[in-house]
């Protein structure tokens, strides 16, 4: 029986391991090599770091291929102490010595995924990864590169610099910068010769902070990929962003009123309709896009697809975990309109923890129902007519009970019209239509 590389603990002997080489590096200090590395992947989810050091280094670097198939034997391994960690499910490493066995093999079967990635959603890479020594992978598409250049840095030596700036479907941007020898080591004109849109994935990042928003650092161990074959991927190009607009539903497609019929599916996006109450009174507020993310912990996009939470009586935890909890909320008003009886809005800028305030209590308030709406970037925030008791709070500590129009998670009731190009399965178009209605629920807690 083949050797699960979960089971596989430090400080262990093992006779032999069967994986795929998923990915391949080698770490470079002032330009010369200092170790081959490479991460084994099993059919079983399991994957785990192999290390040669530089007098062992040729030989696995003539040996082992990104991509292939190989059996592993005689090997030891040890615990991973570096400063950067690539794979975190497994803190073992492989010590791949002379004396280690190395022999290629035919593909593994059940099938073993060519790449190893583990993504982060754009609104949670600086909470998630920030001071991480587990380095980050993302994927977007390419809307900016900036040339090679040398720049000083602490003001003692020049260094070389490259920068990207990555958009993800929702049309949010992040910057990469590839520093020292990766920066040296990119192939513009392999870039180049791309047709577009050009998606990367990044792999292998150290996440820094700069005025507030991430910036992924390349390390010894970063890695990039041009248009891979993997999900992920051909999502970017069904989903290209274009605007931001309501969409509306007719004679079986989804139009844009500046675009007209869309070619490509819409994005879910956040939009919310709160209930919010002091424990003396109650009013309404609009919590939408970055700010829903931040507040939930993710993007709607990756509740959605990634989670599969398509079932509008299924609330996902991250939000029901925000039931009945004081908070503090920065406000400001948005535009007059008809179809709030000319009535200002209160849009939600910000929210905070607030525990000072224990003992109020929420108001039993009435369930108020909120229409839908949908709205494209080709993107859509996601808006259905659930509504979910949750407390946060004002300046003044007061709790306050949130009824979300559970803008999150709609299901439509009817089929969208797609062109050859464009495909995802029933489950995930049912999710993009938001003007389906579907019966009320209330949670509270």
């Known amino acids: 029986m083949a050797l699960p590389i979960k089971e596989i603990k430090t400080y262990h002997f093992y006779p032999s391991l069967r994986a ?100 982060i959603d754009y609104a949670n890479i600086i909470t998630n990864s920030k001071g991480s020594r587990i380095l980050t992978d993302v994927i977007g598409r390419l809307k900016a590169l900036q040339p090679l250049e040398q720049v000083m840095v602490r003001g003692k030596m020049l260094e070389n610099k490259r920068e990207f700036m990555l958009e993800n479907i929702c049309g949010e941007e992040l910057h990469i910068t ?63 962003p274009k605007c931001n607009k309501k969409l509306s539903w007719g004679e079986n497609i989804y139009t844009c009123v500046d675009h007209d019929a869309i070619t490509s599916l819409p994005v879910p996006w956040f939009r ?38 398509i079932d509008p009586s299924v609330i996902p935890p991250a939000m029901a975990a925000k039931l009945n909890k004081s908070m503090i909320f920065q406000l400001r008003f948005g535009a ?36 839908s709406s949908t709205t494209s970037k080709t993107s859509t925030p996601l808006s259905s007519t659930k509504q979910v008791l949750i407390g946060p709070c004002t300046p003044q500590n007061t709790i306050t009970q949130l009824k979300i129009a559970s803008s999150s998670l709609k299901t439509p009731s009817r089929n969208i019209s797609l062109n050859k190009e ?20 209330s949670v509270a807690t």
């Open 272 to 309: 919310l309709e709160c209930i919010v109450t002091d424990g003396e009174d109650v009013t309404n507020f609009l919590l939408f896009g970055k700010t829903a993310e931040n507040f939930f912990g993710s993007s709607a996009y990756h509740y959605v697809y990634d989670k599969k939470f």
């Open 422 to 441: 464009t495909s995802l399965n029933y489950e995930a178009r049912r999710a993009l239509d938001f003007e389906a209605t579907t019966q009320q629920l």
């Open 20 to 119: 795929r080489a998923c990915r391949v590096w080698i770490s470079k200090f002032n330009g010369q090599p200092r170790s081959f590395n490479c991460v084994f992947v099993d059919n079983q989810g399991g994957a785990i770091q192999g290390l040669a050091k530089a007098r062992d280094l040729p030989t696995f670097a003539a040996t082992i291929i990104e991509g292939n198939h190989y059996e592993i034997k005689g090997f030891y391994t040890y615990e991973n102490r570096a400063v950067n960690i690539v794979v975190a499910a497994n803190n073992a490493i492989i010590d791949l010595k002379s004396n280690t066995k190395i022999a290629a093999i035919e593909p593994i079967q059940p099938y073993v995924p060519r790449y190893y990635f583990k993504f």
């Open 336 to 371: 007059f309109g008809f179809t709030t009886n000319n009535r200002c809005e209160i849009i939600i800028t910000n929210i905070f923890d607030d525990t000072t305030n224990k003992n109020i209590h929420p108001l039993e308030t009435p369930l108020i129902e909120a229409k």
């Open 178 to 240: 590839l520093w020292g020898d990766s920066a040296q080591d990119f192939d513009e004109l392999a870039l180049r010769n791309l047709p577009s849109p050009v998606i990367i994935a990044f792999a292998g990042f150290r996440v820094t902070e700069f005025k507030g928003k991430p910036n992924l650092n390349s390390t010894d161990a970063s890695l990039w990929y041009f248009n891979p074959d993997i999900p992920e991927c051909s999502t970017y190009k069904h989903f290209c």
